[in-house]
């Protein structure tokens, strides 16, 4: 679905309702995301004071690269965002820069699911890797450990002089 800026006015937004369709995109440069699927976005383009934005919610089911073995697996993102659609970099307005007058829809809901997704992918019940020469690795539980103890714990027991 293409949108026309110069379509959405105060009085008139633009209402979507779209399952779209990511099959044949190329998800190369998109890691840890090997695919989408089941893509469902609703909602609307309109104006505001800051300029145009877009109400969305979306639904999809995301294939992932679990970071820690590489096994592709499956999770669902239910979601909603209300983003800023500035034309050029040098607004003064956050959001996601579409030049010119037309926006792809396709391309706006791909951004917003990108922003969803975790950096290190894990799925469920995943292993550690195994430690080896010149690396150790620690679990979440090591992690919460060390953070108990302070970097001054090594000081209670020097005896300062005067």
Known sequence: M???????????????????DFSMRDYGPAYPLLGLKEVHASGEFYLSDEGLRC??????????????????FEECFDFED??????SPEE????????????????LIYCLIHTQLPMCPRKGGSP??????????????????????????????YKFED
Do not use: Q
């Not at 800026?5 to 779209?20: G, H, M, Q």
């Not at 209300?82 to 034309?87: A, M, V």
């Not at 090591?142 to 000081?155: G, H, I, N, Y």
């Open 55 to 72: 109400a969305a919610k979306v639904h999809c089911v995301a294939t992932l690269s679990d970071a820690r073995t590489c096994e592709p």
């Open 82 to 87: 209300d983003c800023g659609l500035p034309t």
């Open 128 to 157: 550690l890797p195994r430690s080896g020469e010149g690396y150790t690795v620690y679990s979440e539980d090591d992690l919460m450990e060390e953070e108990k103890s302070s970097p001054f714990d090594a000081l209670k027991d």
């Open 2 to 20: 293409k949108i026309h800026r110069n379509l959405v006015t105060p009085a008139k937004p633009i209402a979507f309702d779209e399952d779209i």
């Open 92 to 107: 003064d307005a956050e959001g996601y820069l579409f030049e010119g007058n037309v926006i792809e829809l396709d391309e």
